[in-house]
Each structure stands twice: as C-alpha cells, then as structure tokens.
C-alpha cells in the first residue's frame, strides 16, 4: 500500500493547484493536481503533507484540518484542508509548470488555463474529485 498526504490550500474560496509537468512517467503528467505526496517510512500524514509544502512551493502550513481520506487499491490519501496566508508571489515553486489559485466554476468545469503555458489544461479527475467533494461539504 502507498500512502500519500495532499492539501486542500484554499484563500478567499479559491483553491491552489500545480499544472503538473508533462512527464510520461508521472502520476497525472500535464494536469493540474493537488500539493503534497509520498509519505516517508514511518512519517504521519501531517508531518508529511507539512515536509511536502515546504519542499514543492516553501510553505509552512499555519494549521491542518483532517477533511477525509480516499482509497483504492493500492493508494491511501489523506486529504487536509490548508489555509494558504501567502500570495502566489511568495511561494517558490519547486515542482510543476505552473500553479494557481482556482475558483469554485473552473473544478466544476473540469479545466482551468495556464497562462504561464498559455494553453487550457484538464484537472486530474481524483483531484477534481476531492474538491468537488470538499465543496460540497465545507463551502
């Protein structure tokens, strides 16, 4: 089993997501995703989804909040909701062609655009998911 911890950042009701690289040999290539990732040996969830923030964009997450969790076979997530206090400009992304911050419209839509990339990309459909789970929920 793969376990795996990702955040929900959310500021003023939009929800920050990476457009993931376009590499054939990663989970979800050239989609936007959700932060966070691969727990380590024996890390909990929160101490890894905190190690991923800081790694993939130099967040320090104020607070995690436990939203749920989703299972497959093989792959246990973790979802958290995140409080993003920073704007974009302070984020350094080390992971991903782009991020930002979507609105409610554009999960439901399914696609969001890239202007770092100028093209419209897919979100990843777990991803979506989860967020139109979340908002269905929490907002």
Do not use: C
């Not at 704007?87 to 696609?111: F, N, S």
């Amino acid at each position: 089993m793969i376990f795996v911890a990702l955040a929900i950042l959310e500021q003023d009701g939009r929800f920050l997501m990476q457009l993931r690289d376009d590499i054939p040999t990663i989970l979800y290539p050239g989609v936007w995703g959700l932060f966070g990732g691969h727990l380590e040996a024996g890390e909990s969830p929160e101490i890894g989804l905190k190690r991923e923030l800081k790694e993939e964009i130099n967040y320090e997450a104020p607070s995690l909040r436990y939203f749920r969790s989703y299972n497959d076979d093989n792959l246990s997530r973790y979802l958290y909701h995140v409080p993003l206090t920073l704007g974009l400009e302070k984020l350094v992304q080390t992971e991903g062609q782009d991020l930002a911050l979507l609105p409610p419209a554009a999960i439901r839509q399914g696609e969001y655009y890239s202007e770092k990339i100028n093209q419209t990309r897919s979100l990843g459909k777990i991803h979506r998911q989860i967020l139109l789970d979340f908002l269905e929920v929490e907002l």
